[in-house]
Every structure is written in structure tokens, then in C-alpha cells.
């Protein structure tokens, strides 16, 4: 029954003011002098829709950490939520390829991080024609899948 009512109501909208329904077209809808009880029904009936929505029905920002972020938010997006927590990667020369293996290895943080880390590098390094950096970061996932085993 709702659709019929918002069909009938946006179709007499639309003939009368052009666009979508909105709260100040139904208000301007009521007020004319020649609006139909079946009008003002239907107005009254958009508005109170509208305006009585319970407040959960609204979007609220995640809590932070979640990784996600619905439309309009405020938070930007791929900020880093907490940088303290961030392994920062550099890859431009062999010996920093090795140096940043080294520091993933040392880290305290859990395997699937150190593996996330790495594959990060690979694929950036394969992707820029970098593939010995690409080879050792390979080998470094290798080498901890191997620790992982033995333990």
C-alpha cells in the first residue's frame, strides 16, 4: 500500500514541480488552494516518513580500526588509524630491500602481519622492474614459513 501512495504522490509532484519528493514540495503541495484531501493525505503521510525515522536507521561512523568508512564521513580515506603501528617499507636500493626484510623479521607483530608486509613489498618491487628486491622479499616469506613449521 506504502508504493501506491509514494507512486501517486511522486507522480503529482513531478507534474507540479518537476523532481523528486521532498518535505518543502509536500508542504507546498498542502498549502495550494485547490489540494486535494487525498493530497494532503498523502503529503502528511511523506513528511511524517521523513521526519519521525528512528535514529539508528541513520548511518554512524564505524568505530576506528575497522577499516571501513561509509560515504560523507568525515574520515578520510587510507589514513592510517594508528601510525605508531605502521612498518614503513623501502625497497629503492638492494640494501634497503634487506634492511626492511630485516626490521619485518625483528618486529614484534603476529606471522600473518610479517607476511602481509612482505608480500607488500614483492609486489610493489615486481611491479617497478625491481626484481631482485622482488626475489629476497620471496625469500624472506619463505624463510619465515619455514620458521613457523619448526616451531
Known amino acids: 500500500m506504502a508504493k501506491a501512495y509514494r507512486g501517486v504522490l511522486k507522480a ?4 507540479i ?3 523528486d519528493v521532498t518535505i518543502d514540495k509536500c508542504k507546498k503541495l498542502k498549502a495550494r488552494p485547490n489540494a486535494t484531501p487525498r493530497d494532503k493525505q498523502l503529503c502528511n ?6 521526519t ?3 535514529k539508528s536507521a541513520l548511518k554512524k561512523d564505524p568505530k576506528v580500526g575497522t577499516g ?15 601510525p605508531k603501528d605502521t612498518v614503513s617499507i623501502k625497497f629503492a ?3 634497503d630491500a634487506r634492511k626492511t626484510i630485516a626490521k619485518v623479521i625483528r618486529i614484534n607483530k603476529p606471522y600473518a602481519r610479517k607476511i602481509q608486509i612482505l608480500t607488500v613489498l614483492e609486489q610493489r618491487a615486481e611491479v617497478m622492474g625491481k626484481m631482485e628486491q622482488a626475489r629476497l622479499a620471496r625469500a624472506a ?7 613457523r613449521k619448526n616451531v
Open 17 to 19: 514541480y518537476g523532481g
Open 45 to 50: 503521510w511523506f513528511i511524517n516518513m521523513q
Open 141 to 147: 616469506k619463505k624463510k619465515l614459513k619455514a620458521q
Open 12 to 15: 503529482r509532484i513531478n507534474k
Open 68 to 82: 571501513k568508512k561509509p560515504k560523507g564521513s568525515g574520515r578520510r580515506l587510507y589514513t592510517d588509524e594508528n
Open 52 to 54: 519521525n525515522r528512528p
Open 93 to 95: 636500493t638492494v640494501a
